[in-house]
């Protein structure tokens, strides 16, 4: 890539069409020209250049000397650069606002009650941080209890407080069961769970079998990746009723061959 195709690229990335950044180029580096001189140094087309002018006076790229032919007149590179720049922030600035709108807005619209008669489906989600507000949305819709498997280090992250919404849901007086691998000795963990009386954790010998959760007995999530390793993701949910009762059902029979936390 050339020298000035790199710098088009770059004009591109501040706002501007290939065609506008290349003409800009062109003015600035002439200083002063008419169209026509524009038009032959740029190698575009005197009506593209006629067409696209206008747009980088309105931009405050280039300013219009009247005269005989009319000469343009480039804003300075650093000035230019500053004045894309504060455009492309006050672009952002709305689009997030308007974001913020439209999501707040669907959200009302389609909001669907879990479990409610014939919205059962299935999802996977491939994303981490999509996972991450999916749990965070769980965590703020249920209600009664909270079911779960997964590996120590997540499960000393809850007991610890560090999930949030998790913090909060016991706080509304959900009850949470949570089954785990072996627990190393961690005195905060220990004084954490102990200090909530809806909170129940047991233990395997081994690894956990699967990653899962629970939530009201209304949705359920469970990890489907075939590798061996911490990520969380693709990570399948499903408020359908027979996948909620085998979930439910292997829970349960986990439940009860699972170990009570050990006494310090």
């Known amino acids: 890539m050339s020298g000035i195709d790199e710098h088009v690229e770059t004009l591109v990335k501040l706002g501007l069409t290939s065609l506008q950044a290349r003409i800009y180029l062109t003015v600035l580096t002439l200083q002063k020209a008419n169209v026509a001189k524009i038009s032959n140094t740029a190698e575009i087309a005197r009506p593209d250049v006629y067409r696209v002018l206008p747009t980088l006076e309105k931009l405050g790229l280039v300013r219009k000397i009247l005269a005989t032919p009319i000469i343009y007149e480039p804003t300075p590179l650093k000035d230019a650069c500053t004045l894309l720049l504060q455009k492309k922030k006050e672009e952002y600035s709305e689009a997030s606002e308007r974001s913020l709108t439209l999501i707040k807005e669907f959200n009302e619209q389609t909001q669907i009650v879990i479990g409610e008669s014939g919205t059962e489906h299935f999802s996977i989600i ?42 909060q849901a016991m706080g509304r007086g959900v009850k949470m069961r949570l089954i785990t691998d072996k627990e190393s000795f961690d005195r905060r963990a220990q004084a954490r769970r102990k200090k909530n009386p809806l909170l129940e954790v047991r233990y395997l010998d081994g690894p956990v079998p699967v990653r899962a959760g629970i939530y009201d007995g209304k949705l359920a999530n469970m990890r489907v990746r075939t590798k061996e390793d911490s990520e969380m993701t693709p990570s399948l949910w499903s408020d359908n009723p027979d996948f909620i009762k085998v979930m439910v059902g292997y829970f349960e029979c986990l439940w009860e061959k699972a170990k009570q936390a050990p006494k310090e």
């Open 126 to 167: 491939n994303s981490r941080e999509l996972l991450l507000e999916k749990f965070r949305a769980a965590d703020i819709a249920t209600e009664k209890s909270v079911d779960l498997i997964s590996d120590w280090q997540t499960i000393r992250g809850l007991l610890l407080g560090v999930t949030e919404a998790s913090e």
